[in-house]
């Protein structure tokens, strides 16, 4: 998606975007309006009201109008509002009439605000709308559909760009800095490499880290994390964290990066499970996890039948069918092991089975859960 910096003048920073600003989460609007996302900043930059936004986006790309290290006039809770000063603004444009145009422009929306949270390093949390602030149903279209499915599509995107390799292009080696190398790090120390800083800095120790790392996984141990070791790790991690989610451990975005929340997570895990509660998931950990997930699966799956008897003779299971069926109950013969058994029932629920149960027993028949 493309990008385009169409950046309001100095001059007119007194009006648009007075104050400096450490951004802390983006505010997500509707424009109420059927204009192009380049023709919203435009407009925008050429008038002199006290309204101003970060970008715009509509269904073929970004516009930026602001610069990130300043704040905006559209949150509507003044001088000193948080909304105002701490806030990105995004403008989703074409929300006045709806339709295809719009849907595209909320889809693009979504894929720049999960970039946006990539590259800072920030959760879902860090998405706010304009409503939040004021006493202002905006985004409007977008609340009308519903504001968890707006979010629901910002972390699909964070989870697919995850594991459909992000990556594929970055190689972080001796002497990279940034945010990649500190996710890096958080991943090398979370799955319990030592002697690992997380500062940032790809030194010997996490060259070191990444060796170990790669030699575990049956890749190259050459301390350069390619394509592949970052690709295997963060199909590690992101997995991690979506198991640890399924199973209730609440571990928040799966953004492939192992921060405090997952440790406290792993913590959780492994202690209501006999393991270990160190925060750092060993071998053992895995396969439990592995294990307990599997478990779970088979029970969503089980069927709690109701049985009635079991018989060496075909016919004498027939009989019992037809003295189930004349008083009113459904019965079939099944054949296992080498017998016939009558069942009147398979529930997805124990509770309905064994209410059955007591119904027949009611009735004059013996009849068990199996
Ligand atoms: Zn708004």
Same mark, same amino acid.
């Given at each position: ?226 394509? $592949?070791? &970052? ?7 992101? =997995?991690?964290?979506? /198991?640890?989610? %399924? +199973? ?52 969503? $799956?089980? &069927? ?7 018989? =060496?003779?075909?016919? /004498?299971?027939? %009989? +019992? ?50």
């Amino acid at each position: 998606m493309n990008i385009i910096k169409n950046l309001v003048p100095s001059s007119k920073y007194n009006i648009k975007c007075p104050y400096t600003m450490n951004a802390q989460f983006i505010v997500v609007h509707n424009t109420a309006n059927d204009a192009s996302a380049a023709n919203e900043i435009a407009y925008m930059i050429r008038n002199n009201n006290q309204v101003s936004f970060h970008y715009a986006v509509d269904d073929v790309e970004v516009v930026q109008g602001i610069p990130e290290n300043r704040n905006a006039w559209h949150a509507g809770d003044g001088g000193n509002g948080r909304g105002n000063r701490n806030g990105i603004a995004v403008e989703i444009c074409y929300s006045r009439s709806g339709g295809d145009r719009f849907i595209k422009a909320e889809k693009n929306a979504a894929k720049f605000i999960a970039s946006k949270l990539k590259e800072k390093g920030w959760g879902i949390d860090k998405v706010k709308k304009h409503q939040d602030f004021a006493n202002k149903y905006c985004p409007h279209r977008t609340l009308d559909m519903g504001w968890n499915r707006f979010l629901n599509m910002i972390q699909s995107e964070l989870n697919t760009s995850n594991s459909s390799g992000q990556n594929t292009s970055t190689v972080l080696k001796r002497g990279s800095r940034g945010t990649q190398v500190r996710y890096l790090q958080m991943n090398l120390t979370g799955l319990g490499y030592k002697g690992v800083s997380i500062d940032g800095i790809y030194g010997p120790g996490t060259e070191s880290g990444v060796k170990r790392f790669q030699a575990a996984y049956g890749l190259s141990a050459d301390g350069i994390a390619g394509p $592949n070791t &970052l690709n295997k790790m963060d199909s590690i991690i992101g =997995g991690l964290q979506n /198991n640890l989610n %399924k +199973l209730g451990y609440n571990v928040g975005s799966i953004d492939g990066v192992f921060g405090n929340s997952t440790k406290n997570a792993v913590i959780a895990f492994q202690r209501d499970n006999g393991l270990t509660a160190d925060g750092i998931p060993g071998k053992n950990t895995f396969a439990k996890i592995e294990e307990v997930i599997k478990n779970k699966d088979s029970d969503k $799956n089980r &069927l709690y039948r109701v049985q009635v008897g079991a018989f =060496g003779v075909r016919d /004498n299971a027939q %009989k +019992l069918v037809t003295e189930l069926k004349s008083k009113g109950y459904d019965a079939i013969v099944v054949q296992d092991k080498g017998l016939y058994k009558v069942q009147t029932g398979a529930f997805s629920k124990r509770e309905n089975a064994d209410k059955l149960v007591v119904q027949l027993k009611k009735d004059g028949f013996e009849a068990i859960v199996i």
